[in-house]
């Protein structure tokens, strides 16, 4: 059964970092997207960063230069260092996979449902 467990949330204050980390379990697969989503109150989920197997990255613009989704293989854990964190920042983020999506553009965008999630890390940035 494959599991997901982030962790590195917490409060900031704008132009801090945080470095999030999803431990996985499980999970076998050698073709995959992964990445991490987030979803503020009032909000739809949205996606943050994804990757691949081979190690390409997608961005959503507004994080752009500032966020870097990494992936250690040997550790089975995706991680997200996140710079400059601004007050629009602030949501709860999940991270997600599943061996179905083959391109990380489409897996960023929930062009359809993704199978497998973590229970969320919480990211709070104050001004």
């Known amino acids: 059964q494959v599991q997901l467990v982030e962790s590195g949330g917490g409060s900031v204050q704008s132009g801090g970092s945080l470095r999030l980390s999803c431990s996985v379990f499980g999970y076998t697969y050698d073709n995959y997207c992964m990445g991490w989503f987030r979803q503020a109150p009032g909000k739809e989920r949205e996606g943050v960063a994804a990757i691949d197997s081979n190690g390409s990255t997608s961005y959503a613009d507004s994080v752009k230069g500032r966020f870097t989704i990494s992936q250690d293989n040997a550790k089975n854990t995706l991680y997200l260092q996140m710079n400059s964190l601004k007050p629009e920042d602030t949501a709860m983020y999940y991270c997600?996979?599943?061996?179905?999506?083959?391109?990380?553009?489409?897996?960023?965008?929930?062009?359809?449902?993704?199978?497998?999630w973590g229970q969320g890390t919480q990211v709070t940035v104050s001004s």
């Open positions: 997600a996979t599943d061996p179905r999506y083959t391109n990380r553009h489409l897996f960023r965008l929930l062009v359809t449902p993704i199978n497998y």
